[in-house]
């Protein structure tokens, strides 16, 4: 009988994985499967086969997992994280579609969420970004504003007790909260890629850091889409958390706000109660959900 020890993938690379055991080493491991099927966070078991290496036997079941997905396939992004801090910044602009997929996705894993406006001290960007937020803000979301690169010391009270991964397009400043939070981020970098053998230079699926020890911090590359396939109709109308008042008073008891005569939300909508841009964008992420 193999003898397993149990690590947490810190670094995820094509079908290779970094895990980290319980003294803090790290352990370049691989699958037996030919498939992604891990994420950065997952706890695993794993066959050591030597000081360095080894094979991941098997994943403990997660408490949450944030991945996207089209009509062909999923990419998994993260497991057992507790928090999602959506950044956005002034410059370059940011999509609010984006956003909202992130935030259904969030929801439907039942995720805290955070909204980071980074780069706000650039005015006059700032000024229109703070009003492509302002219906997020009407909603009970909570939006942090920073300007990560003179002082990013005010994010750290919501990341505190929290597994949390940074999400946003590239550009956002993500990359520099992880290095001025994070002194060490760029050694843990050069060292995963060494045993990863994949070059300084690469570009890892997601990454996870210590803050402290019960508090953590996943960084992942900067995405352009949020594919929701995976999730039906009903949770995308659950993610437009504004929604919830007004479910069951349509005509129609499958309305989907589209068309549909007496449909609530439109009325709601019309009366200045839903803001229109949500509502666009629930017709839009509803009908195509990629």
């Known amino acids: 009988m193999k003898s ?22 790290l352990l370049t491991c691989l699958t037996r499967s030919r498939k992604n099927e891990n994420a950065c966070g997952d706890i695993v078991e794993i066959h050591r086969i030597n000081e360095l290496q080894g094979v991941i036997e098997c994943t403990l079941p997660r408490h949450t997992l944030l991945y996207r997905s089209d009509s062909r396939r999923q990419k998994l992004i993260a497991a057992n994280i507790s928090q999602i801090v959506v950044v956005l910044a002034s410059m370059p602009p940011f999509s609010d579609e984006l956003l909202a997929r992130c935030l259904i996705a969030a929801h439907d894993q039942k995720l805290e969420t955070l909204i980071v406006f980074n780069k706000c001290d650039l005015h006059q960007a700032a000024q229109a970004a703070r009003a492509q937020l302002d219906p997020y803000r009407a909603i009970g979301y909570r939006i942090l504003e920073l300007a990560a690169r003179e002082n990013p010391a005010p994010l750290l009270p919501f990341l505190e007790g929290h597994t949390s991964i940074l999400v946003g397009q590239s550009g956002m400043g993500k990359s520099t909260i992880i290095n001025q939070l994070i002194p060490g981020a760029q050694a843990a970098t050069n060292e995963i890629s060494s045993a990863l053998n994949s070059g300084k230079h690469t570009t890892t699926h997601s990454r996870l850091y210590h803050l402290n020890p019960h508090s ?7 995405i352009q889409a949020f594919g929701l396939h995976h999730l039906d109709f009903d949770a995308i ?47 839009e992420i509803s009908q195509s959900r990629m």
Do not use: W
């Open 216 to 222: 953590h911090l996943i960084d992942c590359p900067g």
């Open 237 to 283: 109308e659950a993610g437009f958390v504004e929604f919830a008042a007004y479910q069951g008073q349509c005509h129609f008891h499958n309305c989907r706000h589209m068309h549909e005569p007496n449909c609530a939300l439109k009325k709601t909508e019309q009366e200045g109660k839903i803001h229109a841009r949500r509502l666009k964008l629930f017709q």
């Open 4 to 25: 397993l020890i149990q690590g947490q993938i810190v670094a995820t690379f094509r079908r290779q994985y970094l895990a980290e055991l319980s003294d803090g080493r």
